[in-house]
């Protein structure tokens, strides 16, 4: 059963670092791709960039690009997203999601995670 | 980027009802990389059509996608109770992958 498991919610003040994780099993970890999804409060689906773990080639959205870091550890099948500063405008709901299809063009995700809720307050 | 543009924004019907949705592309979206996704509240999305009009696993054949070019169109033809949610679409034909901002469908 392919599964996508999210690290837990997190709270942290603006300025703070984070690292997200997301943890693929029960298919062959290098061979998709996977991608990050933004959801703010209330707000629909953002596509924000995807790698692929076999050799972390990266595809960042220009909205997201320089503002966050996407990367991968195929040893442990583990796909991360990880801010150096945050924001309260980065609170948000992120999924990872497996990648299929055209990932050229950003790909269509077919199993996702059950989500890690960001909250940033001081 | 190309942008998608989903209507109506709020759809209410009743159950039996047929829902049509909509999602227009700001240019051509290449080939057939068009997909569709329900999110329930609370819950993770999920790819209910991919490639158009192919259904991902598992989804009842009650749902069906069609379009090209710049117009797409998911439709319901008979609305169970389960169905009542948020569609998203989104193209994948062209980086970024974008999506639509959404589609309500409430219970009339």
């Known amino acids: 059963e392919v599964q996508l498991v999210q690290s837990g919610a997190e709270v942290k003040k603006p300025g703070e670092s984070l690292k997200i994780s997301c943890k693929g099993s029960?298919?062959?970890?290098?061979?998709?791709?996977i991608g990050w999804v933004r959801q703010m409060p209330g707000k629909g689906l953002e596509w924000m960039g995807i790698?692929?773990?076999?050799?972390?080639?990266?595809r960042y959205s220009p909205s997201f690009q320089g503002q966050v870091t996407i990367s991968a550890d195929k040893s442990i099948t583990t796909a991360y997203l990880q801010w150096s500063s945050l924001k309260a405008s980065d609170t948000a709901m992120y999924y990872c999601?497996?990648?299929?299809?055209?990932?050229?063009?950003?790909?269509?995700?077919?199993?996702w995670g059950q989500g890690t809720l960001v909250t940033v307050s001081s | 980027e190309i942008v998608l543009t989903q209507s109506p924004g709020t759809l209410s019907l009743s159950p039996g009802e047929r829902a049509t949705l909509s999602c227009r592309a700001s240019?051509?979206?290449?080939?057939?990389?068009l997909a569709w996704y329900q999110q329930k509240a609370g819950q993770a999305p999920r790819l209910l059509i991919y490639?158009?009009?192919s259904r991902a696993t598992g989804i009842p054949d009650r749902f069906s996608g069609s379009g090209s070019g710049t117009d797409f169109t998911l439709t319901i033809s008979r609305l169970e109770p389960e169905d009542f949610a948020v569609y998203y679409c989104?193209?994948?034909?062209?980086?970024?992958?974008?999506f639509g901002q959404g589609t309500k469908l409430e219970i009339k």
């Open positions: 989104q193209q994948y034909g062209s980086s970024p992958g974008a």
């Open positions: 790698i692929y773990p076999s050799d972390s080639d990266t």
């Open positions: 999601a497996r990648g299929r299809g055209y990932c050229s063009g950003g790909c269509y995700f077919d199993y």
């Open positions: 029960g298919y062959t970890f290098t061979s998709y791709w």
């Open positions: 240019q051509s979206v290449s080939y057939t990389y």
């Open positions: 490639g158009v009009s």
